[in-house]
């Protein structure tokens, strides 16, 4: 083999065998972890990771966190070959100006589904989260990430995701409070799983992961709240003090083919961020009811990163909601 | 004997014996059976099936698993075979080295892994790794699971030795043998038994170890139980199951052999 | 045993502290070539210690310790040409009966063969040949004890320790094996030194005993010396059952010491050095040294009357009640002679005593 | 009682020595480095000052204790008040411990009994029996466990199918699964030494309260109970002191929902909080509360030994 | 003690089987109120097993026991009016010594102060007032032993079993518990069924004694008639030394039967039935019965040589060789009287037996 790739990834992301592709095509051998949030993965990485691991894939509001924190490294221009598949609207994305640190990997929104079958009422609400009706109330999982679950919560008040009014954070920490006591367990791994089996009824989840979750069991349906849902952009990004920074690139590249990152699409069923990858991608995934929001349905919106002081408050809620 | 006459039993404990080795086997019993189960999802029963154990040699999750296999049998072995040998020196020492100050200290240091609760302890060895700027990877696994297997391999060794009197260790030096002869003629033979137990009883904790394993692994490393623990996040999948059965398998012969070991005598 | 005989091992003012605690106060003592050397006291007086620091296994804290004339305290325990007998047997549980036999001689350098050559020797000498190759756990007490005996003896060591090796075997077997231990002292001539807390046993098979107590020597004599003539109390009170009596010496005359002893009482005994007129000392009689008789024998015979016969088989224990005087007991052989001899219980008695039985203790 | 105190007692056992320190040398070095120096780096970052997302920043605070024990409000500057939240996951976490240790004592009480009644020779076969779930993976047990009480779980099934219950009986996810969780992963701790005691019990004592005109049941109460009550303790140690820092039967069983001592500390370096100091201040105060029990089991035990 | 005394306890025909092991073979007998009963034998001939049977803690397989007449074979231990002072004590060491004593009024539903006040009463009877606070493991064994005796004797059981109660104490201890022990029984006058293997302590203490073997009653009757009338071979080698002889019955004339002992060496003795001319059968006679001569003292005089005399203190055991004849061991006291038959080894010697003294065994 000629030498070595170690990707930090989410968990259940990665088609198995565009890993194997990538292997065949250079001779690399990859190594995978996962991870299940985006703060998970930042706590492993600031907790020894780093230095073990080339590249990872942190949503959108992540690479400007670990930008910050100085995790990222530099691609210098002309490294990626394929650098101009990136599609237009991925190519200069706020929180990596000039993409000088990542490529887009996957897109998509995060909400939650209902097996319409344990409930028949309006799905389209994040009621069904944070103010169940009783029948509910027992069978709802959460995702286990800080967030998606904070952005979803002020989506729900209708206050801003880094207020630092403090009757609008107390009000979301007496929400929650509240809310949790509705709910059975917050799981990202499990999240599709006990929807499937029956664990759960309501269940926080990405769309993609929805969308598998239906073909295991049909009366599962993905929810578009009136009152917003959270979007992002997943990107790969190149890890400093990466051990094989070369390789790092060449798997950059790999995915910004647009064959290869269709191939994720049709795994995982989210969108894609190059162009010309239209001829790859299973057509179905146009038409997905995960993909296409009703009319009713409320803005999306990417998660923002706080300032410090604001951020310890949301913390703060956050640690007093999970303990 | 009747109740009535005797006065060491009491009505009802052997009741309460067999719920508790239902309660105790009840979870493993269900997943064994539904190793060999043939369908797809845990919920539904279709039919006996081999299916989930070949999965795990062929199956797409097989080379994962088999490097932690791979990771995790080697490291049980080095780390008890290390921590065996360390734990005979420190028993000896302890139990046939006389009074002295280091003593109590010593058999402190030894069994503190076991009372450290090992959440603790493996997020000291993380801090630890990470002040000192080791990076993680195999040999953080290995050198953490010897540590903490000593104290595992120490006390069957010691109690093994302490069973043995000394003078058999005069006898033999009564009967012009060196110290460093009675050692491996009389006390080593005698104290085998201990030794074999103590060894198996840090290879299976080693083998068994998550906590730790999952704060000190580096990148890409697994061990079987973080491997599985990775998988079961996502649910619990029919292969975890032929692959819990198959290590359920394996510890039983483990113990199995180590009954027998510790209760051999090689005296008769 | 003349005194003249080679001194085998000898222990020069040997003193023995664990810590604060004297476990050995000073004891010499000269253990002859070829003799059977007992060490007799009860449990705790220190026998055991100091049979472990002939044998090596413990430091001399003060004096020394000469084997044939060389001083062997410094000595190694694999160094020293003394083997042991350990009260546990001590048989290496893993190795055969014959293994454990050679083992010694292997050890001082025979090859394996050899060593098992002389094994076998000695295994016949103990009459266990056909257990050789059988390991120790299949053996019972006795035959135990027998093979221990065996791996001591193989490497022909000049003194031989055996620390209580009987203790543990019940009363049949061990008279079965003191004989047998005897006999095998006598047949190879080495030293034994034999510890034991029985004195039965000690006065049995001993050419001579050291009777101790509290990590000092209290006598050192053959067993007839010890038994007859306690030089104290506490020798007197140990060894056998005994009359001890609180007397107080009213005349001392040609050697003999007049005692009253509660009463009109008194008994006449050979005086001792130390014991003065007017001192209140002990006596010892020994109860087979009384006779009983319904009429005064001799003027110093001693009225009272019986309170109690017991039957102990052999003999019967005849206590006696003296008027206005200390109680006697009474050892009267179960045989014609000695049944016509026993009075009834409640009757009127006369204790009589043989000359020289009363003896004077020092203290 | 002859050559006893010279031979017998193990402790006064000097052969080797002359060698002792060169024996002891790699454990001191081994456990030295990886295990009581991480403690003492562990301590000294309990006192440092938190970095903004993960790690620490060398300066000495106390901020990380004053974390656990003050509630300074949502913003961090009200007046302090006696902060609950930590206490009362450590409370919590007793609490479940100590529930999972009585359900543990009442049903391996009996069990360590009657095994220890056995006759010699099936006796072992017993405790192993007890033993054998022991050494299978604690996860999967704990999976195991998760398996079959899931709501639509075998044992739902069953209790269904055999007309018990209607509907199934919700204990995954609740605290409930959690000890039963517990319990069952530590249930032959309780069981072995409770076995070892009334093992070594002289059961003459029994037949003596007997004798002496004693009930069966006060004979268990007043002479059984408290002779073998060091190896009750003992026990009940085994199994709270595991149970206090637990992770897996909260994490698998409880659905990570409620934060145990063991899921707390973990949440600091692996999970969304981040705060290395207040992990380490936490993993203190749990070490600390279980040193402290294991000193006062010790000093109960040298006690009972005293007058044994 | 009269055959009219009331039976306390009546073993019936009593079986005990472990599985296929019968521990116990058909015993019977009766223990009178208000004896010192002793049960006799070696270690595994079931002495405990039937104390156990009696108190409760064994069933019964076959046959009954009744106590004053009624069946408790099926009462509960804690029903039968029958308390056990157990061999190795049995105190309940996290009570006091007056909790210990108290325990059993307690269980009988006495207050906690009356129980205590009685139990007070107890200790003074054992003289252990002043111990009464201390945990039992304060205590030395001779007075731990007494504790026990205190607690099983303060609830006033009308029986008193004790199972080896002296084994663990040392010598000069046991003998001093042996005497006080039977001073209790004659004063509470409490039928006490005392277990032992120590022939001694049998013969001295007992009223009558059951001697057992393998499961068996061999013999049962007051001492002197079991240590002078042995039944059979194993009650005369189990009790007291024996010189036990192959003999042949030459001739049976006026109840005397005329045996020859190897060589020309004949032994005269009473013929017993059973025991027919031409029999080949034992002959038991104690050594204190035979004494030694350098000459013949009379026509039965036997004719030897003396091997060994063996010191053993208040006796010298002398071992003689007969002429083409077995060897006899002869007792002889260690007095003035004695020591003046004592014959050098390897003199010639002749054995002179008491009329009577032989006794012939029927197996
Ligand atoms: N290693 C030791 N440390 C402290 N004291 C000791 C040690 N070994 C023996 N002793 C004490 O020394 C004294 C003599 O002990 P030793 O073993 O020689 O007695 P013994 O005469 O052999 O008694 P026994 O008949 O019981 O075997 C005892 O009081 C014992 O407690
Ligand atoms: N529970 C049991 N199961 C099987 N055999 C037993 C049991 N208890 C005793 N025995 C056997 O019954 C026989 C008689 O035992 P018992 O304890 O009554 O002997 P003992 O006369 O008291 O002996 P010792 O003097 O050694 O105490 C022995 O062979 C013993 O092994
Ligand atoms: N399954 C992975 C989802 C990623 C969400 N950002
Ligand atoms: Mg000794
Ligand atoms: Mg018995």
Known sequence: ADGDLVIYHWFEYMPAELLEKFTAETGINVTMDTYDSNEAMLASLKAGGMGTYDVAVPGDYMVAIMAGEGLLDTIADGELSNKGNIAAEWADPSFDPGRTHSIPYQWGSTSFAVDTAAYDGDINTTDLLFNPPAELAGKINMLDSQGEVMALASLHMGIPQCSSDRAQLSALNDMLQGAKANWASFNSDTAREVLVSGDASVGMIYDGFSAKARAERDTIKYAFPTQGYVVWMDNVVLLNDAPNRENAVKFMDFLLEPENISAVSNYARYGLGVSGAEEFLDPALATLPEANPPATAGAGAFIEVCDQETQAVYDQIWTNLKN | MSDNTDVKTYAGFKAMTVLCLVILYAPLAVVTIYSFNASASITVWEGLSLRWYVDVFVGPESAKFQKAAINSFSIAIIAATAATAIATAAATAIVRGGKYKLRTPSLGLITLPIMVPEIVLAVATLIFFNSVGFTRGYMTILVAHIAFCIPFAYLPIQARMQGIEDTYEHAAMDLYATRAQAFRRILLPLMMPGIISGFLLAFIVSLDDFIITNFVKGAGIETLPTAIFGSVKQGLKPNIMAISTMLLGLSIVMVTISYFVSKTDNTK | ?363 | MAGGAASGGSSASDTYAKARHWLLLPSWVVLGVFVFAPVCVMLIYSFLTKEFRGGVIWEPSLAAYDQFFFDRGLFGDSDPTLQWTYISIFWRSIWQAGLATILSLLIGFPTAYFIATRPEKTRALWVFLITIPYWVNLLIRTVSMKFLLRDEGPMNDFLISAGLIDDPLRIINTNLAVQLGLFYSYLPFMVLPIYAAVERYNFTMSEAAADLYASKFTTLRRIVLPAVKPGVIAGCILVFVPSLGAFLAPDLLGGAKTFMIGSLIEEQFKGNAGNWPFGAAASMILLTMVMVVLLLFARQQRQAGGQA
């Open chain 3, 1 to 363: 045993m003349q005194d003249t005989a080679e001194i085998a091992v000898d222990v020069r003012g040997a003193v023995k502290r664990y810590g604060s605690f004297t476990a050995l106060q000073k004891i010499s003592l000269g253990i002859r070539d070829n003799e059977f050397f007992t060490l007799l006291g009860p449990s705790g007086c220190g026998k055991t210690t100091l049979l472990r620091m002939i044998a090596g296994f413990e430091d001399v804290t003060e004096g020394g310790i000469f084997l044939f004339g060389d001083e062997i305290a410094k000595l190694a325990p694999n160094q020293r040409p003394v083997n042991t007998v350990f009260q546990n047997y001590a048989l290496f549980p893993h190795m055969t009966i014959l293994d454990n036999v050679g083992f010694g001689l292997e050890m001082k350098g025979a090859s394996r063969s050899d060593a098992r050559k002389r094994a076998g020797e000695m295994l016949e000498l103990v009459q266990l040949t056909q257990f050789a190759h059988r390991k120790p756990a299949q053996l019972s007490g006795g035959q135990q004890q027998r093979v221990a005996l065996a791996r001591a003896l193989a490497p022909s060591p000049k003194v031989l320790l055996l620390d209580e090796p009987l203790s543990a075997l019940d009363l049949k077997l061990r008279k079965a094996m003191q004989i047998e231990l005897k006999h095998i002292q006598r047949e190879t001539g080495i030293t034994f030194i034999f510890v034991t807390h029985d004195q039965e046993e000690a006065l049995t098979m001993s050419d001579r005993i050291a009777v101790m107590s509290a990590g000092e020597l209290q006598q050192l004599g053959a067993p007839r010396d010890i038994y007859e003539h306690p030089r104290n109390m506490f020798v007197a009170d140990f060894i056998g059952d005994t009359n001890l009596l609180e007397v107080s010496v009213d005349k001392i005359t040609d050697g003999r010491a007049l005692c009253s002893i509660g009463g009109a009482n008194t008994l006449s005994c050979m005086a001792v050095d130390g014991v003065d007129v007017g001192a209140k000392v002990h006596l010892s009689v020994r109860p087979e040294r009384l006779t009983l008789s319904d009429s005064a024998l001799s003027p110093e015979s001693l009225p009272g009357k019986v309170v109690e016969n017991i039957f102990i088989g052999t003999d019967i224990n005849t206590i006696i009640d003296l008027d206005d005087g200390p109680q006697f007991t009474i050892r009267t052989s179960n045989s014609d002679r000695g049944n016509k001899r026993i009075i009834d219980i409640g009757s009127p008695a006369f204790v009589n005593m043989e000359a020289g039985a009363a003896r004077l203790l020092v203290d």
